[in-house]
């Protein structure tokens, strides 16, 4: 079974600074890892997909690596501001098609 | 534009009720899903299928049954509600593997 670990569970940060969140899986038999954005009460946003094959994707102010074999990826936030603020979840898709969750990173980003 | 719509957005229920949760999307995809989420506990599989006519059982499906009669609809039934099932639940759709899940807007359901 799939075990997927994101850390740390809070993260709080003045504006301006970088963001690091990390996330592990034990299983390095996937298609894809998914980074998503979660605001209070809302929906799941994708913010990036990085497929097995692939080291890293990018977009805007976005980076995020994976490293199959070790069973890591992490997601850089360049520049922070207080709109960055939200829960960060990361998912893995195995084979099957079936994503599991980590339990999300809660970004506080103070103005 | 197409998209992922889920009803109702809020319901409360008493113990013991059917409750059935809806979920449309207009992507034509084969796949659908759904999942729970809850404190301490990040969102968890329930069912999913993978085309019409197909079902299959998640992590926590026990009280909660699915059917896909056609490809833009998968709704989620909880044959008797229990106060265990109050959450959030979302619905999901890809068209195949290794591609993006799509995700509804979430049906808060509470259970008294």
């Known amino acids: 079974k799939q075990e997927v670990t994101q850390i740390p569970a809070a993260l709080s940060v003045p504006e301006g600074e970088n963001l690091v969140l990390n996330c592990s899986f034990t299983d390095s038999a996937i298609y894809n890892l998914q980074w998503f954005r979660q605001d209070p009460g809302k929906g799941l946003t994708s913010l990036l997909l990085i497929q097995s094959s692939q080291r890293e994707q990018t977009s805007g102010r976005l980076n995020a690596s994976l490293d199959k074999s070790s069973g890591r990826s992490t997601l850089y936030i360049a520049a922070s501001q207080p709109g960055d603020s939200a829960t960060y979840l990361c998912a893995v898709e195995g084979y099957d098609y079936k994503l599991s969750f980590g339990a999300g990173t809660t970004v506080t980003v103070r103005a | 534009d197409a998209e992922i719509t889920q009803s109702p957005r809020h319901k409360i229920t008493e113990t013991g009720r059917q409750v059935t949760l809806a979920c449309h999307q207009t992507?034509?995809?084969?796949?659908m899903f759904w999942y729970r989420q809850d404190l301490g506990h990040g969102l968890r599989l329930i069912h999913y299928s993978y085309g019409v006519h197909d079902t299959n059982k998640g992590e926590v499906s026990d009280g909660y049954s699915v059917s896909r009669s056609n490809t833009e609809d998968l709704p989620l039934t909880l044959e008797s509600a229990a106060s265990s099932q109050t959450s959030v639940y979302f619905c999901a759709s890809s068209q195949t593997g290794n591609d993006e899940q799509y995700f509804g807007p979430g049906t808060r359901l509470t259970v008294t």
């Open positions: 992507w034509n995809h084969n796949n």
